[in-house]
């Protein structure tokens, strides 16, 4: 795939735990075109 040229950083802050797991499912996990920091996987523990 390659290194991406381009970056994001998302916040949180704005949403609930539901709400963000909910973004992270549909829009993060499992997708191909978006590399997660490690570390930052588990929208639960950050793990």
Do not use: A
């Not at 970056?7 to 996990?29: D, H, L, M, P, R």
């Amino acid at each position: 795939m390659g290194k991406p040229n381009k970056y994001i950083s998302v916040s949180v802050e704005e949403y609930t735990f539901g709400e963000w797991e909910g973004v992270y499912n549909e829009c993060v996990k499992g997708k191909d075109n978006v590399l997660v920091k490690p570390g930052y996987t588990n929208p639960k523990t950050f793990e």
